[in-house]
T-cell receptor, first 109, second 117 residues
Framework: TQLLEQSPQFLSIQEGENLTVYCNSS?????LQWYRQEPGEGPVLLVT?????EVKKLKRLTFQFGDARKDSSLHITAAQPGDTGLYLC?????????FGAGTTVTVRA | KAGVTQTPRYLIKTRGQQVTLSCSPI?????VSWYQQTPGQGLQFLFE???????NKGNFPGRFSGRQFSNSRSEMNVSTLELGDSALYLC????????????????FGPGTRLTVT
């Protein structure tokens, strides 16, 4: 059983469209992280959010941490084929990370 | 600064055999964690080592074990391999100073793809 539920599981969009991935839990985390993983590689850290209500922007990516530190969202504006990958959220607690199942994003040219 | 390295990258073993995987963390990182990734279960935490001590353990059977050396390099061992152990095994290091760190950012290696036949 995973502590973090991600939705949707799969997302296929056209280049230039926007997308949002959600990460929800009933547990409170000290921080929440987003990773992107490409086939044959390990996950790469995109961002860490720590404070409830925090919003971070990384170029076309916007990350938000819920006020109660139980949920988060990742929004990509004007998606590009290079954004294709598996997006994973992970909640930190007690020296370990609990990962969501991931959202597979495909951006078609 | 070099990233996390894992060896070997690919491995094929037979049921009942044992296997040892190796991980070299980023220089200066003292915490090393191991994860198993499968299509059905996603990323599952195996265990975490800090200063040669296992600090945390996931819900895996005792066939899965690990250790960390004084230079922070880590090995993971799986004994009596089963078909269900086929997975991508990922190692991640963290600049954890031994105190409670609220961020606990992980830097992953490329993984070892283990196939059990």
């Amino acid at each position: 059983t995973q502590l973090l539920e991600q939705s949707p599981q799969f997302l296929s969009i056209q280049e230039g469209e926007n997308l949002t991935v959600y990460c929800n839990s009933s547990s409170v985390f000290s921080s929440l992280q987003w990773y992107r993983q490409e086939p044959g590689e390990g996950p790469v850290l995109l961002v860490t959010v720590v404070t409830g209500g925090e919003v971070k922007k990384l170029k076309r990516l916007t990350f938000q941490f819920g006020d109660a530190r139980k949920d988060s969202s990742l929004h990509i504006t004007a998606a590009q084929p290079g954004d294709t990958g598996l997006y994973l959220c992970a909640g930190a607690y007690d020296y370990k990370l609990s990962f969501g199942a991931g959202t597979t994003v495909t951006v078609r040219a | 600064k070099a990233g996390v390295t894992q060896t070997p990258r690919y491995l094929i073993k037979t049921r009942g055999q044992q296997v040892t995987l190796s991980c070299s963390p980023i220089s200066g990182h003292r915490s090393v964690s191991w994860y198993q990734q499968t299509p059905g279960q996603g990323l599952q935490f195996l265990f975490e080592y800090f200063s040669e001590t296992q600090r945390n353990k996931g819900n895996f059977p005792g066939r899965f074990s690990g250790r960390q050396f004084s230079n922070s390099r880590s090995e993971m061992n799986v004994s009596t391999l089963e078909l269900g152990d086929s997975a991508l095994y990922l190692c991640a290091s963290s600049l954890n100073r031994g105190q409670v760190e609220i961020s606990y950012e992980q830097y992953f290696g490329p993984g070892t793809r283990l196939t059990v036949t």
